[in-house]
């Protein structure tokens, strides 16, 4: 089969013949329809995990079951499918016997110790698989296993209550959907971006309001929530300027510099909470919202073969809002 492969730390992407995945138990081979291309993907191109290479990235897959290994028997062939970043758990820690194999540190995991989706094939556990509505196409599918998924999971783990108010920083692949997702759920909703040509665009998706700073949030109201999916977190601590009391923040990219946080968050009780896949619930329930047309994935679509230069777009922070692979 085709893939996108990484030949080493900082290595330019490659397309070229790969093996082809067979299933071992429990596994089944999925046909890659789409694969979304996550901020994560240049992380970890960069090294921010240590990775066996050369080796596939992808935690956004969505396609067609094809082969299913012994002992499947909840999936069949044809199941149009996705799956999420962690796969499976060791088992046997804590996390996992307590059900929560996402905070297990011995997991397995889509494109970190698994083969990724930038692929044409990829093998998945079919316990973490999840069905796909009908009406929810591919391309619509793929950013909600990682993307929609994050920012669903961050704000149900929020817990807004109604009459709060919720702001959005950093809106880009993450941030364009938390801010439907918030909308499709009924809270006032702001967006805080110095991107000055992304305003129009912000306020089709819903916004009801675009702000420049936190200073500026604060001025017009504040927020209970803050929805921080920037990758840089002086911009997250900008925005948390306009926190109002008892706010929460929740963190779901990865700064690469300190943060410094201010007193100011001491004295209103801000809680800062790190958040990225929940459990399927959230999966189930980002996917649903989704196939209801409530949330739309704004994506530019590339194939395969033209791979690097959604790379590179994604890289330079130019994509609006997320890249998706197809593979035919
Ligand atoms: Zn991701
Ligand atoms: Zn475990």
Redesign the pocket.
Known sequence: MKAAVVPSVNGKWEVKQWETPKPGPNQVVIKIHASGLCYTDVHLTHGLIPLQFPHVLGHEPVGEIVELGPGVTTRKVGDRVGVGWVQK?????????RGK?E?????QSTGINLQGSHAEYMLAFADATMLIPDTLSYEQAAPIFCAGYTVWSGLRLADPKPHERIAVVGIGGLGHLALQYSKASGFETIAVTKSKDKEKMIRDLGADEVVGSGEKLLSGGGADVLLATSNSWSAVVDAAKGMRPDGRIILMGVGNEPLNYTPDLMFKRIRLIGSSQNGPEYLYEALDIAAKGKVKVVAETYKLDDINRAYDRVADGKVRFRAVITMN
Do not use: H
């Open positions: 758990g060791c088992g046997r820690c804590e996390w996992c016997l194999k905070l297990c540190q011995n997991n």
